[in-house]
């Protein structure tokens, strides 16, 4: 299937975002944990989510997460934990090609019983769960914050709780903050004791009512419209958000102040969920060199942003976006170069546009490799680029489900091609 999207003359739109996944994620994890009847309020109805509340509530021997990698990790230690159960993890075929070796070697050291069923190294997983005795682990800084995550929400449960050292350079540190920010939202003990090491007391999670703040990332995407309009009278109001948000991305509307998009915020409350007003504020950067270490699922949203503004950038941090859906550095060099723009790497760790231009190669439509994020950061061109084509547009469901529904609401045209002729 492929979509063709053409933007509105004005961009004047009222979004109700789709809740946090990142805060959904973890919220449903420590429910579990609890053993509690009262459910996260305002969980999001992405498919991540949506594959831990089927895996939570029908508990099944073998567990499908197809390709949510949040939800295989997570639930790789949750289960690890699970005294008396036996389970097998599986995913689609792209899961089975995404390493996890690092989360099982720490949690084998913890005592866990796992093993895996196809590839070394790789999903699907056997897990025996038991009750795990924790203590001191070192693992690597620069792995995935999901595999830290995943390690410090079981922490609580472990007879001697959990003192985890990240050797190291420590990246997208601030997921590794929201982790431990709701975990204490849960009663958790839970903190830095110094700049590396993170110290979880066998003090158990207690049950509360919980409410999910709106998605920053999902935010980004009517940001990179705001800027790519470039109206000043254009409006975009985005509900839910808070301003004194823990999520990592919520980083980006001090980046797009760089790119010319003012941020207001209609509450002064910072911890109270509120509408946040955008507008243009005609002032830009003439080159945007930025670190994405601490919020890597940003990279895309401003790699075709900036392009698309003519204004050269360096971004670096980036090393984790080839374990992603699909590799993202490759993808957005091969895509990017659909639209004329020819992108650099460094070492799989940066990505850089210093002007290089070629032709344009847009009759195919922009492959999304099955990445929601790849249709998502693409889809905003449509106000540089007449009628973009984005291929296999449904893969949004992962994160963003009623994104386009929300684009056609707000005056966006798009038009279903239901078969792709080669």
Partial sequence: MRYTITAPKRLSATIKLPASKSISNRALIIHA?????????????CDDTEVIV?????????IDIK???????????YLATRDGEEHVLIGTERMKRRPIHVLVDALRRLGADIRYVGEEGFPPLHIRGRQLDGGALEVSGNISSQFISALLLIGPMLRNGLTLRLMGDIISRPYIDLTLWIMREFGADAEWS???TIRVSPIPYQERPYYIESDWSAASYWYEMMALSGNEDDEVRLEGLMDGSKQGD??????????????????TQADVPTTVVL???????PRLEYDFAGSPDLAQTFIVCCALRNIPFHFWGLQTLRIKETDRIEAMKTEMGKLGYVLHDVEGRELYWDGERQELNMD??????????MALSFAPAAFRLPNININNPLVITKSYPHFWSDLTTNGFSIKKVESIVP
Avoid: K, W
Avoid at 67 to 77: E, P, W
């Fill in 364 to 373: 195919g439509g922009i492959d999304t490799y099955e990445d929601h994020r």
């Fill in 250 to 267: 919520s980083s980006l509307r001090y980046i797009f102040s760089l790119l010319g998009v003012r941020t207001i915020f209609e509450s």
């Fill in 33 to 45: 944990l609890t053993g509690g009847s009262v459910m996260p309020d305002n969980l999001s109805d």
């Fill in 67 to 77: 390709a949510a990698g949040t939800a295989m990790r997570f639930m790789t230690a």
């Fill in 194 to 196: 110094n700049f590396e």
């Fill in 279 to 285: 507008r243009n504020s005609g002032r830009c950067v």
């Fill in 54 to 62: 089927r895996a939570l509530q029908d508990n099944p021997y073998e």
